[in-house]
T-cell receptor, first 117, second 109 residues
Framework: GAVVSQHPSWVICKSGTSVKIECRSLDFQATTMFWYRQFPKQSLMLMATSNEGSKATYEQGVEKDKFLINHASLTLSTLTVTSAHPEDSSFYIC?????????????FGEGSRLTVL | GQNIDQPTEMTATEGAIVQINCTYQTSGFNGLFWYQQHAGEAPTFLSYNVLDGLEEKGRFSSFLSRSKGYSYLLLKELQMKDSASYLCAGMDSNYQLIWGAGTKLIIKP
């Protein structure tokens, strides 16, 4: 199956700093990637849809100035958590579908666990 | 509104069979997904149903009834490694996935 790689897997940072998480589709092109956040024992929460070459579409309640998304190429999307605070500590996961298809299997990255001290 | 309902937690015995139910309400429908998620890991794809009926894939099967807005995931010959959360997700008319909260499956020896 298709592979989505996410980096870093774990990150610990001080409050007020910014953290960048990368999501790469290794063996396919992804015009659209999705960013999720998951708190312990809760389901995935879609934060935003990342579109190659254009602005991301953010879900209601997600601050676009705090969670900066850049989808500069067909294989890379980045999520930057700016001025991180302890309440931003969470499991962040990206996903993508091959070939720009709307339906079919969604492949997930390994996830990035962010801890803000 | 859009909603996915599935039980919070289920317990089953190693070697047995378990059925995890999911009911969905979506604006339009483009299919129903099941994903497995082990603690601390990202979800992995199990199945996708868009037509009514049963899809079998090894020890796992998934069923869909569009008229009832209902799906289930059937796990046979349960193994300890099947202990995980199972996420049901419906795809709406905009191809957005609506996620359930997940069913935590506990397998006992």
């Amino acid at each position: 199956g298709a592979v989505v790689s996410q980096h870093p897997s774990w990150v610990i940072c001080k409050s007020g700093t910014s953290v960048k998480i990368e999501c790469r589709s290794l063996d396919f092109q992804a015009t659209t990637m999705f960013w999720y956040r998951q708190f312990p024992k809760q389901s995935l929460m879609l934060m935003a849809t990342s579109n190659e070459g254009s602005k991301a579409t953010y879900e209601q309640g997600v601050e676009k100035d705090k969670f900066l998304i850049n989808h500069a190429s067909l294989t890379l999307s980045t999520l930057t958590v700016t001025s991180a605070h302890p309440e931003d500590s969470s499991f962040y996961i990206c996903s993508a579908r091959p070939g720009g298809r709307d339906t079919g299997e969604l492949f997930f990255g390994e996830g990035s666990r962010l801890t803000v001290l | 509104g859009q909603n996915i309902d599935q039980p919070t937690e289920m317990t089953a015995t190693e070697g047995a069979i378990v059925q995890i139910n999911c009911t969905y309400q979506t604006s339009g429908f483009n299919g129903l997904f099941w994903y497995q998620q082990h603690a601390g890991e990202a979800p992995t794809f199990l199945s996708y149903n868009v037509l009514d009926g049963l899809e079998e894939k090894g020890r796992f099967s998934s069923f869909l009834s569009r008229s009832k807005g209902y799906s289930y995931l059937l796990l046979k010959e349960l193994q300890m490694k099947d202990s995980a959360s199972y996420l049901c997700a419906g795809m709406d008319s905009n191809y957005q996935l609506i996620w359930g909260a997940g069913t935590k499956l506990i397998i006992k020896p």
